[in-house]
């Protein structure tokens, strides 16, 4: 992936498509030669700009026809399967966002049905994870976030403060905060602790184990720990972490250190189809929790939640007051401006689906997932995903290591990709990174259909590499 792009310099920008040829400029068409067709006018014979603004305009049909045709290469959403990302949503709720495309979410004074919409989301949300809501003292908070980064990027911030405070108060050191979590976390948790200058303590995963060993974890924690992380659907194997056998033994230790639950992947999972699993709120040292709305959330890319347990998990002074958009109004996010669209189509999912709705569609993830789990193996694979409600609606394979194959992980995935199918091949995190596997995550349109054509031909791309002469397949890999 490239999120941060380096600028090319003008050497760059005039070097020849081809080594050796000059850049080839083809004559722009005289005037008798034009039409108003898009492939008939001059843009259709000229490079799309690429470094440089244009000094003219461009007629807006032709600059929608040159940018579909640019994007035409990109691979087909429905058939990445390496993504937890929602390609699926109603055509009403498509059309309640496009309608507030225009709506800065921010601007709550100018919008206050939109930000009130927020505030039933994350009352919605907050109950659902188990927030305390029983007595007056009570009071959950949350806020929306772009998606799960932002989300840990805040939930360190008020672990980190709420721990500097506590050092402040007792007269003692508060320059070396650290965090302890799973060597296997999403990257974005690696970036809050660089960025806030915390250091990281790790549970390193084993060849057997991909997920936080609790004991491990607890014995990391000293004076300076601001917080663990426990994750409820790990990126790798989708696995759920022991976070209630983490919160029992820091309560039988006596030991205060909060929690952090990153239920990024498995927090509109886990509440439908493993409702009895304590991982959340019940658990009196889980703290703040994260969750994606546009994964299992089953809103498009853009939206996230943070929920922490108390106002008195969330120091104030993170807090900002405002009011130069013309009410007074109170903030906490690491960027400013964004739509409300994702926020509104969080808020159709959860009224449209309801309850009921969200429990048969995890379930029928669940099966799905189950049902591609079984097949794979009766393929030969080796299974290392949990099933049933053990674990997300992923399935997480590798090769079987007893049969001595020519082609690795890496080369079954470039197989299917031409197909089509965006199947990831990757190493396990650290500590266990010479494990090769592959993983299919199950998403509301992947049907049962969807992943009978995804099994045929996994089925043939492997008796098409078992097929391949040796050097051929070396070729193949390469």
């Not at 690429?50 to 990109?74: F, N, Q, T, V």
């Not at 805040?154 to 905060?177: C, E, F, I, V, Y």
């Not at 927090?267 to 959340?280: K, T, Y």
């Not at 082609?407 to 197989?415: C, L, M, N, S, W």
Request: aromatic share 8%.
């Amino acid at each position: 992936m490239v999120h941060l792009a380096a600028v090319p310099n003008d050497s760059h920008v005039n070097k020849p498509l081809v080594e050796g040829m000059e850049k080839i400029r083809i004559d722009r068409p005289n005037e008798d030669e034009l039409t108003s067709s898009v492939y008939g006018s001059r843009f259709a014979a000229e490079e799309l700009p690429s470094h440089e603004m244009p000094e003219g305009e461009m007629p807006k049909e032709i600059a929608y026809r040159a940018i579909r045709d640019h994007l035409s290469l990109d691979g087909n959403p429905m058939l990445n399967l390496a993504s937890f990302v929602t390609t699926y949503m109603e055509d009403e709720a498509e059309k309640l966002m496009t309608e507030s495309l225009s709506k800065n979410f921010i601007d709550y004074e100018e919008y206050p049905q939109s930000a009130d919409i927020q505030n039933r989301c994350v009352s919605m949300i907050a109950r659902l994870f188990n927030a305390p809501t029983d007595s007056d003292d009570s009071q959950a908070m949350g806020t929306s976030t772009v998606g799960s980064s932002e989300a840990i990027m805040l939930g360190t911030l008020a672990m980190k403060k709420r721990w500097q405070n506590k050092r402040k108060a007792a007269g003692k050191d508060h320059s070396k905060p650290n965090i302890v979590m799973n060597a296997a976390v999403q990257v974005c948790w690696e970036k809050a602790a660089r960025y806030f200058e915390v250091e990281e303590r790790y549970v390193y995963c084993t060849q057997d184990r991909y997920v936080i060993d609790p004991e491990e974890a607890v014995n990391l924690v000293d004076e300076n720990t601001i917080g663990i992380c426990a994750i409820i659907g790990t990126t790798y194997t989708g696995e759920y972490e022991d976070v209630k056998a983490i919160n029992d033994l820091l309560v039988k230790k006596n030991i205060d250190c909060p929690i952090h639950v990153d239920a990024a992947s498995g927090g509109f999972v886990v509440p439908f189809v493993n409702p009895g699993l304590e991982w959340d709120f019940r658990l009196e040292k889980v703290v703040s929790i994260n969750v994606s709305g546009h994964k299992y959330g089953l809103v498009y890319p853009g939206v996230g939640w943070v929920v922490w347990r108390s106002h008195e998990d969330l120091p104030t002074e993170l807090i900002f007051n405002i009011n130069y958009l013309g009410a007074d109004q109170a903030s906490f996010t690491l960027n400013f401006s964004k739509g409300a669209s994702q926020v509104i189509a969080q808020y159709y999912q959860m009224i449209r689906l309801g309850k009921l709705g969200y429990r048969s569609i995890m379930m029928n993830l669940t099966r799905t997932a189950d049902y591609l789990a079984a097949c794979l193996k009766q393929l030969g694979f080796s299974i290392l995903s949990k099933g049933g409600v053990e674990g997300l609606p992923l399935v997480a394979f590798r090769l079987d290591p007893k049969k001595k194959h020519r082609y690795d992980e890496f080369t079954v995935a470039h197989q299917l990709r031409e197909r089509g199918w965006i199947v990831p091949a990757y190493t396990m995190a650290p500590h266990s990174e010479k494990l090769k596997l592959m993983r299919v995550v199950v998403r509301e349109d992947f049907s049962r259909s969807r992943c009978d054509q995804l099994v045929n031909d996994v089925k043939l791309a492997v008796q098409t590499l078992d097929g391949m002469d040796d050097k051929r397949l070396k070729e193949h890999t390469e």
